[in-house]
């Protein structure tokens, strides 16, 4: 409601109520300050019921945002465990391969020299 609607309001009931001349305009005058205040801290009560609203908000979305962050982080390092894994599997294989080639190999050997000593 504009000002101007509380000051009609407020000068109607002041006269339905008996009110008149310096009686009627500070009664008026009082009561559309009052109804003014009122709403000003109502607007100020909403804008911040609004503002703790977004900052709860940005709050949730910078926490989801982490949470995203930390996730990605933790498949990242999974998978760079699982490369590795790999990688040292890999390398023991080759090394049974070489173990077992060179295995092979010695007695491939003795059996030559077993030949030539018969």
Do not use: C, F, P
């Not at 009110?19 to 500070?26: F, W, Y």
């Not at 990688?87 to 030539?116: D, K, Y």
């Amino acid at each position: 409601m504009s000002e101007l609607d509380l000051y009609a309001k407020y000068l109607d009931l002041g006269v339905k109520l008996g009110r008149s001349g310096k009686d009627l305009a500070t009664w008026v005058e009082d009561k559309v300050r009052q109804d003014m205040e009122r709403n000003d801290r109502q607007i100020k009560r909403e804008r911040k019921r609004e503002e703790v609203e977004m900052q709860r908000e940005e709050r949730e979305m910078q926490k989801h945002r982490e949470e995203r962050e930390m996730q990605k982080h933790r498949e990242e390092m999974e998978m760079q465990r699982q490369r590795e894994e790999m990688e040292m599997q890999r390398q023991r294989e080759e090394m049974e391969m070489r173990r077992q080639r060179e295995e092979r190999e010695m007695q491939n050997q003795r059996e030559e020299r077993e030949v030539e000593l018969k």
